[in-house]
């Protein structure tokens, strides 16, 4: 009976024990699996992590190198044109990004040669219609189009066909970065378009300004020249027998040829102010001698209208100054001319003083004054206090607006008072240095002194009445001379020949004064040559200098001009019997 219970109590065991490892083993299994599943997606976790990690290290390539080449040509183009070499070579770069199959870049601006560059396989590169945005993807996401933009108009493309269609996840870097290439190709695009028409407006403008100094120097020379024969003329025959009526007469004819020479000088100078050739010479000269030279010019002339005129000067203007003398009595012969046109009755005064580095002018008078609807025109070109085919007063109207613009160019300003029926007066305020005096005045005198008659000149001239002028003033002082019609002949007369002083006019057919004078300068000539010409441009006077000539002689001259220049270069000459 026991033996029964202790072997049902072991078979119970048993199957407690089997049911148990039954159990583990299930367990175990049940384990297994769930180790296998876990260890799979374990391993598919680290292929699509690995799979990830390659795709964003060549997003990352990709940006880099997209970058390094924007960069690089970013730097080149702001260097160099947009020329078609540089930009093939950005699109082969460019080759290099992505798997991209071909590139196209199109343009209708006028830059490049071809409207077309293109990078890659030969293929078919379609129209895309115009989109809002400034780039568009086709519909397999195969083909790109950036556009080339000014503003918001659209002047070019670039076309990339890719191999297969780029990962959803890098769409926006690539239109992120093809869209700054396009934005960087349309920049330097511009740049070049701007430079263009900046070089052609710079060319069209040098064009201009040459058209006008050649305009400037060619009617200049043509009204001259005419003038140079009428107001010689009637200089010269001031000093011979005529009757009180032909006195009358070529007063007439005198002051006549003086007028159109003031009018010629006024207009040929508001051409260069405005051309921008008008330039100052700047040298040593004496306040007090200009001021002496404006009374002596306006003394007779405003007594003879029965006017009286003044001239004060404060003793603290210095003895020596720098600037251009020559302009400063332009401006004051223009505004005391002014006062005298303007001025039937009273007074003329000009007062002259110096304060704080600038040399002042007053000059007042008691004529009709301004009205007040006229001033603030006063110093525009062409303007008059009366313009009207009834006015009381002749004039072009350019005095006062070349004064003004002689005053600013020497820095200086300008400025009046003035009341209808009283009198006006103007102000003029010119900033000056200070210049050493030189005692020059015993050779002055020397030079002034000292007889020309025993001279033998050589004028060359082509102009038959010019000739005629010129050897008629030259007669007045007793001078051999000799003429020759062009610097050709010149020559020939120079070789058997020997002169003092050569007169050279500067425009002549077959070989002109410029060439005629190298020429000689370069053969060892060393006598003095002074210019006739009636070219007054700073072109003109720069090109006689470099010529080699000594000395210009502006036409019209007078015959005390022509003395003075023979004076001045013939002293301590060696001079030459016929």
């Given at each position: 009976m026991d033996s029964e219970k202790t072997i049902e109590l072991l078979k119970k065991k048993i199957q407690r024990e089997t049911k148990i490892r039954k159990a583990a083993e299930s367990l175990l299994e049940e384990k297994s699996t769930e180790l296998y599943f876990a260890k799979l997606l374990v391993e598919d976790s680290l292929v699509v992590a690995k799979k990830?990690?390659?795709?964003?290290?060549?997003?990352?390539?990709?940006?880099?190198?997209?970058?390094s080449t924007l960069s690089h040509y970013n730097s080149q183009l702001l260097q160099v044109p947009p020329s078609e070499q540089v930009i093939q070579q950005l699109l082969e770069d460019l080759m290099d990004t992505a798997s991209i199959k071909a590139i196209r870049l199109s343009s209708s601006l006028d830059i490049l040669e071809n409207e077309h560059l293109q990078s890659g396989e030969a293929t078919t590169f379609d129209e895309f219609p115009t989109p809002k945005n400034n780039f568009q993807w086709n519909q397999d996401k195969t083909e790109l189009v950036v556009y080339l933009q000014f503003g918001p108009k659209k002047v070019g493309r670039l076309h990339f066909i890719f191999r297969t269609s780029p990962q959803e996840s890098w769409h926006r870097v690539i239109e992120k970065q093809y869209c700054l290439i396009a934005d960087m190709i349309s920049a330097s695009f511009q740049r070049q378009l701007l430079l263009n028409k900046t070089i052609k407006e710079k060319i069209r403008a040098e064009h201009s300004e040459k058209s006008t100094r050649d305009f400037v120097a060619m009617i200049n020379h043509e009204l001259r020249t005419p003038l140079n024969g009428l107001l010689g003329a009637a200089e010269?025959?001031?000093?011979?027998?005529?009757?009180?009526?032909?006195?009358?007469?070529?007063?007439?004819?005198?002051?006549?040829?003086?007028?159109l020479r003031v009018i010629i000088n006024d207009l040929l100078d508001i051409s260069k102010m405005n051309a921008g050739m008008l330039e100052l010479k700047l040298a040593t000269f004496s306040p007090q001698t200009l001021i002496d030279t404006i009374e002596q010019i306006f003394t007779e002339k405003i007594k003879a209208k029965g006017l009286t005129f003044s001239c004060e000067n404060d003793q603290s203007i210095p003895t020596t100054l720098l600037g251009d003398a020559d302009r400063i009595k332009q401006i004051l012969i223009n505004l005391?001319?002014?006062?005298?046109?303007?001025?039937?009755?009273?007074?003329?005064?000009?007062?002259?003083?110096?304060?704080d580095t600038s040399l002042i002018f007053i000059i007042s008078d008691t004529g009709c004054g301004i009205p007040q609807n006229k001033q603030a025109s006063l110093f525009e070109p062409f303007t008059q206090v009366d313009n009207s085919s009834q006015r009381k007063f002749e004039g072009t109207g350019l005095g006062l607006s070349i004064c003004k613009q002689l005053i600013e160019l020497m820095n200086?300003?300008?400025?009046?008072?003035?009341?209808?029926?009283?009198g006006t007066e103007?102000?003029?305020?010119l900033p000056?240095?200070?210049?050493?005096?030189?005692?020059?005045?015993?050779?002055?005198?020397?030079?002034?002194?000292?007889s020309i008659n025993h001279l033998r000149i050589l004028a060359v001239e082509d102009i038959k009445t010019n000739q005629v002028i010129l050897g008629m003033m030259l007669d007045k002082f007793s001078i051999n001379y000799q003429f020759a019609d062009n610097g050709e002949l010149a020559l020939e007369v120079l070789k058997n020949n020997e002169f003092d002083i050569i007169l050279m006019d500067c425009r002549m057919p077959i070989l002109d004064g410029f060439q005629t004078t190298k020429y000689l300068r370069k053969q060892g000539y060393t006598k003095p040559i002074i210019a006739l010409t009636a070219g007054t441009t700073s072109t003109e006077v720069a090109e006689c200098v470099e010529s080699g000539m000594n000395d210009i002689l502006h036409k019209p001259y007078k015959l005390k001009e022509l003395e003075a220049a023979l004076k001045k270069w013939s002293y301590g000459l060696q001079h030459y019997d016929i």
């Open positions: 990830q990690a390659e795709q964003d290290e060549q997003l990352l390539i990709f940006i880099n190198k997209l970058e010269l025959m001031e000093d011979t027998s005529i009757t009180s009526y032909q006195k009358k007469l070529l007063m007439s004819v005198h002051q006549a040829g003086e007028m005391i001319g002014n006062s005298v046109k303007f001025t039937n009755q009273g007074s003329i005064h000009l007062h002259t003083s110096w304060q200086g300003e300008v400025s009046f008072v003035s009341t209808l029926d009283k103007f102000t003029v305020k000056l240095e200070l210049a050493v005096e030189k005692n020059q005045s015993v050779i002055e005198v020397n030079r002034n002194t000292h």
